[in-house]
């Protein structure tokens, strides 16, 4: 009987729950150091975010120039815009007709 409750109580010690279970196992030390990681992390972001203005303006001389033209549409643009118009026409043709159709059923 003593035996039994001496291995009671040391297994009661080793499942410690709550804050001494943290301490024990350097949960403060381990989240301290996440949350110092993702601050850094933070940080150099946005300065980063900071700075590409400044940088850009700097690579502004060095960096050719691209100048843009405007071009006519080219010709698969134009027939897409065919192509639309034309499914767009199928479109309207079905509906009324399926206006139609439903309409001569609910007469009936």
Same mark, same amino acid.
């Given at each position: 009987m003593i035996s039994f409750s001496l291995l009671a109580a040391a297994e009661a010690e080793a499942t410690a729950g709550g804050w001494?279970?943290?301490?024990?196992?350097n949960g403060i #030390?381990?989240?301290?150091t996440g949350?110092?990681?993702?601050?850094?992390?933070l940080v150099v972001i946005?300065?980063?975010i900071a700075f590409v203005?400044?940088?850009l303006d700097w690579l502004d001389p060095i960096l050719p120039k691209m100048h843009s033209h405007p071009a006519p549409p080219a010709r698969e643009e134009q027939s897409?815009?065919?192509h639309e118009r034309?499914?767009?026409a199928i479109g309207m043709v079905l509906h009324t007709e399926m206006q139609k159709h439903? #309409?001569?059923?609910?007469?009936?």
């Open positions: 001494q279970a943290v301490v024990e196992g #030390a381990i989240s301290l949350m110092a990681i993702v601050f850094a992390a946005s300065l980063f203005p400044r940088v897409a815009t065919d034309i499914v767009a439903s #309409a001569s059923n609910q007469v009936k």
